[in-house]
């Protein structure tokens, strides 16, 4: 007998996924009737598996009307991208949290599917190794935890470069999601993945709008972790500066951005 913490659990993850791949497009309104029938089951695993989605960000609640599917805009996009940065950057800092065991590096929470914005931009990026020795969060890495991220590096870098949006955004989350676990707190953890799944949120409608994406979306993930398996933490903060830069003129770009003309209010997808 599934557990109704279980379903609710599932309910949501299968949600999210719909939602990152567009199937639940954004503004579009439902109600718990709608999504409790859909999956067979009693309406109140499916209220709370709503309310949850709305606490990441991703639903807005309309008072006695039911959900809707959050619309984020080109500036909201752009302000998640600067905080991610910023939290990001300093972890790869001297001065940065610890490095955690392999058995904690999964332990954030988020969908198993599903960056953050993630990453949405063409262009590998790269930069080489100082070949100093290790220091900060980069100096106690564990090697058996790097080769399960080194497995999902590899699993996005193929998809982006096969432009498979949806294979991409399941692995893109689960590397950042693991990396950011050995190289912080549970709390940033869960952070920065809700980031990312906010950031592909409005990132996935600009995309599919291209004709063909093949060869535009970043696929640096392997670089990133030359980098940081190096104890690299300079190569490694350029490689993600490098990635959020593609990211934002990728997602810019698609939204029919003119770089150098001010801003005539907010966009949506």
């Not at 432009?163 to 707190?185: C, K, P, T």
């Not at 940033?188 to 809700?194: E, S």
């Not at 350029?238 to 209010?265: F, K, M, N, T």
Request: aromatic share 6%.
């Amino acid at each position: 007998m599934i557990r109704r913490s279980t379903l609710r659990s599932q309910i949501a993850s299968a949600l999210r996924d719909e939602i990152l791949a567009g199937r639940l497009a954004t503004g579009r309104p439902f109600t718990v009737k709608e999504i409790a029938e859909q999956y067979g089951v009693s309406a109140t695993p499916v209220r709370e598996a709503l309310v949850d989605l709305a606490a990441q960000g991703l639903l807005d609640i309309e008072q006695h009307r039911g959900f809707r599917v959050r619309e984020y805009t080109l500036q909201d996009y752009r302000e998640m991208c600067d905080a991610r940065r910023l939290v990001v950057d300093s972890l790869f800092r001297d001065d940065g949290p610890g490095p955690r065991s392999g058995a904690d590096a999964g332990a954030g929470s988020g969908s198993e599917a599903g960056d953050g914005a993630g990453s949405d931009a063409g262009g590998a990026a790269g930069a080489g190794s100082s070949g100093g020795a290790r220091t900060g969060p980069l100096s106690a890495v564990d090697p058996a935890a790097l080769a399960s991220v080194r497995r999902r590096a590899d699993a996005a870098q193929r998809a982006a470069r096969a432009g498979d949006l949806d294979v991409l955004i399941a692995y893109d989350l689960r590397f950042w999601r693991e990396l950011s676990g050995l190289l912080g707190n549970s709390h940033i953890c869960d952070f920065l993945d809700r980031l990312r799944v906010q950031c592909w949120v409005y990132a996935v409608p600009q995309l599919r709008a291209r004709p063909r994406l093949c060869g535009r979306l970043w696929a640096g993930h392997g670089a990133l972790l030359d980098a940081v398996e190096a104890g690299d933490g300079a190569a490694a903060r350029e490689i993600i500066a490098s990635y959020d830069a593609h990211a934002l003129a990728q997602v810019e770009e698609a939204a029919g951005e003119v770089r150098g003309r001010p801003d005539e209010g907010p966009e949506g997808p």
